[in-house]
């Protein structure tokens, strides 16, 4: 199994350009998280999803939309991206009736 | 609301113990959860403990758990340069929109040779 992956791995954007973050997993893990990691701030939820089609905003959603149209994937879409989105990005699942998180391997952006 | 503290720095020397303390706010959380995140990596679930019970040891990681104070601790006996990373502890959310685990900031280890 490769558990969760995320694409890219690195990304450069310029203020307002748009990409989409692809979150994969083969655990048929029922829940799906994105994260962003910030120096100090540690982790902070955007959104996340308790099954397919179904997405439900986390602590700090705005700027982000989020899709989950197949069970083992999550995208999160940036729209307009702003410098205040330069972060590393998680996702993260778990299956239902467990609360442990197996984190993917992580997506470095940077806007400018 | 609910929170997860812990300090931001421990540096210890190699072979000494490291012990990253954590507090949590819901008394009525079922697990409690230990990951380790290394430079450039996702985190990791390194350990956790069961609310019922008070102590746990894995090799050279022993998790201490007081309910009381809810505060709960990771010991690394004989510390490596290896065993240099972030380490987060984690509670269970049982409501909100914080999904199911709220994560603490991170304690950030540095061993130092």
């Known amino acids: 199994n490769a558990g969760v992956t995320q694409t890219p791995k690195f990304r450069v954007l310029k203020t307002g350009q748009s990409m989409t973050l692809l979150c994969a997993q083969d655990?048929?893990?029922?829940?799906m998280y994105w994260y962003r990691q910030d120096p100090g701030m540690g982790l902070r939820l955007i959104h996340y999803?308790?099954?397919?089609?179904?997405?439900a905003k986390g602590e700090v959603p705005d700027g982000y939309n989020v899709s989950r149209l197949k069970k083992q994937n999550f995208l999160l879409g940036l729209e307009s991206a702003a410098p205040s989105q330069t972060s590393v990005y998680f996702c993260?699942?778990?299956?239902?009736?467990?609360?442990?998180?197996?984190f993917g391997p992580g997506t470095r952006l940077t806007v400018t | 609301g609910e929170d997860v503290e812990q300090s931001l720095f421990l540096s210890v020397r190699e072979g000494d113990s490291s012990v990253i303390n954590c507090t949590y706010t819901?008394?009525?959380?079922?697990?409690l959860y230990w990951y380790k995140q290394e430079p450039g990596a996702g985190l990791q679930l390194l350990t956790y403990?069961?609310?019922?019970?008070d102590m746990k040891q894995d090799q050279r990681l022993t998790v201490l758990l007081n309910k009381k104070d809810k505060h709960l601790s990771l010991r690394i006996a004989d510390t490596q340069t290896g065993d240099s990373a972030i380490y987060f502890c984690?509670?269970?959310?049982?409501?909100?929109?914080?999904?199911?685990?709220?994560f603490g900031k991170g304690t950030k280890l540095s061993v130092k040779p």
């Open positions: 819901d008394s009525s959380s079922t697990y």
């Open positions: 403990i069961f609310s019922n019970m």
């Open positions: 999803s308790v099954g397919e089609g179904t997405t």
């Open positions: 993260a699942s778990n299956p239902a009736g467990a609360y442990e998180q197996y």
């Open positions: 984690a509670e269970v959310n049982y409501g909100g929109s914080q999904g199911n685990l709220i």
């Open positions: 655990m048929n893990h029922e829940y």
